[in-house]
């Protein structure tokens, strides 16, 4: 990251970090996204599936969606002991692979923020939920 990038990034809130990450993966820019996170930082996804690099979920999704976005409704910002949890909740909105657009699929992440960097990610959504009622699967 740049001493500029650095600086910007210094004077962000957590929840600022976490939505200026979340803004990079949707465009996608992996790389970009990358630099709101800590050395080390694990993401969980969908089905318990880890990633160490926003180009996991990046590649994950490009199998699942044409396209995907995030419209982010709100972000709860619990503060800790030398670290903030954020929850960025909101819909997801797109076109599966077939074409079918979508949206208002649910979705909520969750940021673990120390010193200004993400170090934690969990993300949750009811693609998976939506993919069943596509097939006529009532489970």
Known sequence: MSVAARAET????????????????????????????????????????????PRGPTGFNAKRYRWVKK?????????????????SVGTLYGEWKDGTPFEGNRYVDRFVVRNGKITKMDVWNDSAERILVQRGIDA
């Open 10 to 53: 210094a004077h962000l809130s957590d929840a600022a970090i976490v939505e200026a990450y979340l803004t990079a993966s949707m465009i996608p820019d992996p790389d970009a996204a990358a630099a709101y996170m800590a050395p080390g930082t694990v993401i969980t996804f969908t089905g318990g599936r880890e990633f160490d690099h």
């Open 71 to 87: 419209k982010m409704d709100r972000f709860d910002v619990c503060p800790g002991d030398g670290e903030t949890v954020v929850y």
